[in-house]
């Protein structure tokens, strides 16, 4: 649309500058307060800057979370390659190989994307004590894939529909077996959807607090989120150390958004809208 | 859509002519069976670890699965005891309240900041995708960092109090005073999602034609009458998507509430899913835990449903 009042497009990049300082005001706060000690963050006066910068809260932090920072990234890893393994030749059939049942297939994954997690960490915890795989990484990255699944089939199937299929086509004329076309043609093609799905499927379990609550017990098994939810002990919250924690937790997740933000609007507006 | 519809079958996969002499019965073999290689995973994943542990959730919400039955295996059913229980509970209803408010708060906020980004954000500008991009870090990150920073900022010596000290309000507890702590919860979970309502109504807005918007303004139309004649009737399937979409998400939030207030104080900002987790995971009631949850895959559904009927219309 054509500007209604400024004439020069950089009036227009001032204001969206402090649209965007405004509504990401919180992350400031969060970002100095975690070089500040706590008198100074909670003092009476609101202090823009810290007074001094406390780089011993981001070491304390780091220090006490790199075990749990590598739980994480275990878990999220592995859930998110199983649920790719799992979804992208199932994405694949069902929107182009006319298998029998995709459409209640997607239905029920529809559905099941719309459901609280609650739904299903309370029989899975049952049946995980009674299989005895509470308390155990591969438990928990079961329990992640129940959001992750769902979400994946629906995005890729979502991608996949603009996959040109005569490719396939022509490679099965030359003999290919569906598989090796799936490997060799469909799986290329479609790799920005592949990635962008990949990386949600990676930062769903990364930020998941439910599942590693009700699954895992054992300190040593803690998920960041989990150890970062446990520091809120008996004395009361030790602030510096979670504020730098918070924002090691989301360091994932900002750097994604730095280096794939093409993918990542694109990914969700399309896995959403379709 | 439509076109990609037609598109699909247009090159449906039609058995394709074998140019190569392939054995006859590995032939079939690929065209017939193939396919179902491609799905069984997703089958097999589908029925153990979706469709069962609904079924089981199900059944369980019928069931005395207490601690004590928990332990010694044997959870006997007991018909509707778990549901009468909820449903003569006062924290059950405060809590149902909770999550519409909560819901209907959210989806207002967060959908108005959505809105008028995208139209600020449909000019072009430079930098302009740096910025979007910064602006969808409160969705993308945890959920967990929100809950913590806006934990923070209502603390009783925190931001929010030291700025209306400048103005010579009083501190307040905001998250231990009843009501105050469920719209504090609702202003991080708005933070938390806008970036959602604005990136789906920006590529919404980015595909309509210049050409009517300026037709319109030769016609003399201002910039609202443009915004409410053009934008919003061509953004409205947008727009039941994103509301849609939305409103499922906020019904599913968990985290947040728990993080920031464990839904205290006295369980005045509980929402249905935190309740049921400290029906479950709390007070150790598994029965009454699968029947709260039965109870919100009911209104799901049903608001489902609704939509449905919406889109027919």
Redesign the interface.
Known sequence: MRPPAFRSPWLYTVVGIIITVVLLSPLYWVLMGSFMTQRELFSPHFSFWPREFMFQNWTTAVGRLWPHFATSAIVSVCTSTATLLITAPAAYAIVWLKVRGRGAILSFMLTSQMLPAIVFVIPLFVLFSRMDIVNTLPGLILGDMTFTVPFALVMLGAYLREFPYQLVEAALVDGAGQWRAFFSIVLPVTMTGIITVAIFSFLMPWGDLIFALSLITEAGLQPLTLELYKARGALGIDWSFLLAGSLLTALPAALFVVAASRFIVSGFTRGALH | ?KQ?EAA?TR????P?????P?PRRKAAW?RGL??????L???V??LL??????F??LT?SFQD?TVDT?VSGDMPFNGFANYQQTLSTGTFWQALVNTIVFTFCSILFQFTIGFL?AL??????????V????????W???????A??????F?E???VN??A??FGIPSLPWLALPGFALAATIVANI?IG?P?NF??LY?GVCGIP?EI??AA?IDGAS?WR?VGYITLPILKP?TV??LM?GT?YT??V??LV??MTGGGPANTSHLL?TY??QV??SLLN?GQ??A??TV??VL??SL?LFQLLLQRK
């Open positions: 859509m990609l699909r090159v449906s996969p039609v394709p002519a074998e140019h190569r392939v690929r193939a396919p179902y290689t491609f799905i995973p997703i089958l994943f589908t670890l979706l469709a069962y542990p609904m089981y959730s369980l699965a928990f980004l600020f954000f449909q000019n072009r500008f430079p930098l302009k995708n910025l979007i991009a910064l602006l969808l870090i409160p993308i990150a945890p959920v967990l960092t929100a913590y920073t806006f934990k923070g900022l603390n010596v925190g931001p030291q700025v000290h400048w933070w806008f959602f990136i789906l590529s210049q918007y300026e303004r910039y443009r947008v998507a994103v979409l499922i019904v599913k968990f985290d728990w993080i899913s049921a987790y479950g995971f598994f835990a699968a709260i949850a919100i895959v799901i559904l489902n």
